[in-house]
């Protein structure tokens, strides 16, 4: 590291303003605190000291994603495998599936980044770390076989207007990565809905044997078709998209943001809860009919379609959630009422995680600003005073 911290110090004066190459400062010093800490220190007044800051808190989550991405990849060759009826191997199917995976990594990063970066070079500002998340975010949340153009496209959007226009990161109101599945889900519909899309190559029925559908099982749920096992969904042996079918790995996700105080652990539980309850009571008045949606068993809903992931890694996100200790419980709950309500009575978008999580997004504001204005309320009501004669 102290050759690298050489290289980097001879060549820093080349980027410094005034340099041969100033205008690139803001690329040099993202690249430059990316490989070690600043060296900037506190000169004057009290200051609140850390050991944590924006960029290794985007670390912890890249590392708490990382279970739900490797399983997405052996899951993609495994789903492929069944198709087809092959006859790959464990380290064949993820190598498939890493193949198939790494492109869409690929094109988030060079495509986000590359806003980013110009971003920061118009308006001289350091370049912001926010991206390294979502960046990484957006390709687990999309089907394996989306067109790389269309991703290319959704990042762009998700970027510009989801952040860049509202100041960068901290300032957005809603999640990006949801933002530029909205997109998709919006101007693309075909990419994202229907049974086709979620196994590579079967869009193109590539080799696939008669009979394999590749529906997700909130597809066979909305078609009142059997559902797979709550085994194979909690461990994620179904079709879906890259990072969201298996909900083992997202709890392993979950516990490492949970222990690094990354996360909100009372966003994650209040969703879950809102969701059992409004589960709970729509199973208590379904129909006699076993096809009807509303008699799926409220904690099927717990590993089916992005439930999971997004309880996880979505509604959680430190900008767009709640920041309240009381507002993270009402808003978690209400993602969970609505995600519920949403796959019960809207036969034509029957995942709904992604419009609750943006809803309450927007919404977030508000309820701390109702939590905040009751607590002033109490604090007056038990103040007394005293007035002198």
Known sequence: MKALRKIVDN???????????????????????????PDTVTKSGVHIKDSIDLKRTMSFVIIALMPAMLFGMWNTGYQYNLSTGGSMEFWGMFWFGFLKVLPLIIVSY????????????????????????????????????VPLWILALAV???????????????????????LARAFVFFAY??????????????????????????????????????????SDMFFGFIPGCVGETSTLAILLGAIILIATGVASW?????????????????????????????????????????????????????????????????????IGIIVIIIRAFNPGYPEGMMLAILLLNTFAPLIDHYVVQSNIRKRLKRATVTVKK
């Open 156 to 178: 762009a959007f998700a970027v510009i207007i989801g952040k860049e226009v509202f100041g960068g990161t901290g300032m957005n109101i809603w999640n990006p990565a949801l």
């Open 110 to 145: 060079v495509v986000g980044l590359g806003i980013e970066f110009t971003a920061a070079q118009i308006r001289g500002h350091e370049v912001n770390e926010g991206f390294l998340v979502s960046g990484m975010l957006i390709p687990l949340i999309m089907p394996v076989d």
């Open 266 to 334: 009372k966003i994650m539980f209040s969703t879950v809860a809102g969701a059992m309850l409004t589960g709970l009571l729509l199973n208590a008045v379904a129909p006699a009919d076993p096809s009807s949606y509303l008699n799926i068993p409220a904690w099927d809903h717990l590993v089916m379609g992005g439930f999971a992931f997004g309880a996880v890694f979505m509604a959680t996100d430190p900008v767009t959630s709640a920041q309240t200790e009381t507002g993270k419980w009402i808003y978690g709950f209400l």
């Open 189 to 230: 519909p075909s990419q994202i809905s229907g049974d086709k899309i979620w196994i590579a190559g079967l869009s193109e029925g590539q080799g696939i044997v008669d009979g394999f559908s590749g529906a997700t099982p909130l597809a066979n749920a909305m078609a009142g078709t059997p559902v797979p096992s709550f």
């Open 11 to 37: 060549i820093k004066p080349t980027f410094s303003k005034g340099g041969k190459l100033g205008f690139l400062h803001s690329t040099f010093d993202a690249f430059e605190t990316f490989l070690f800490v």
